[in-house]
């Protein structure tokens, strides 16, 4: 999950490649996370923004479970621009993550995300 403060969403990435998008409009119509489990040894329950929308989310928490770190924060860089996949002019925005890889996330292409 990624948090952009400007202009102020979220993202959710998932291993197979396909990815969600909230906007912080949505997720601030949402509760506080209502999951107040213990999360199992060694992993974490997602707060704020994140808790938000995994604590409300039913399919983002199957499909992502617990956190596996806390939080963190970090500068990215990114970049919007548009490529040619597949033979077709495609919005993407370059994200660098906190590991230092950057994912190219294509608004249009429904490959999904995948790091480069």
């Known amino acids: 999950m990624v ?13 197979d490649g396909s990815f969600f ?11 506080d996370n209502p999951i107040d489990d213990t999360p199992p040894s060694g ?7 994140f808790g938000r929308v995994w604590g409300n989310t039913n399919m983002i928490q199957d499909r992502i479970g617990w956190g596996l770190a806390p ?3 970090y500068d990215a860089q990114m970049q919007h621009n548009q490529a040619i996949i ?10 660098s ?13 429904k490959e999904g995300w995948r790091r480069i």
């Open 43 to 49: 992993l974490f329950s997602p707060v704020s923004g």
């Open 3 to 15: 948090w952009r403060s400007q202009p102020d969403d979220f993202w959710i990435l998932l291993n």
């Open 71 to 73: 939080e963190q924060g």
């Open 86 to 95: 597949n033979g077709t002019i495609t919005q993407v925005i370059y994200m």
């Open 21 to 31: 998008y909230y906007h912080s409009t949505t997720v601030t119509e949402f509760s």
């Open 97 to 109: 993550l906190p590991d230092g890889s950057t994912i190219e996330l294509p608004l249009n292409d």
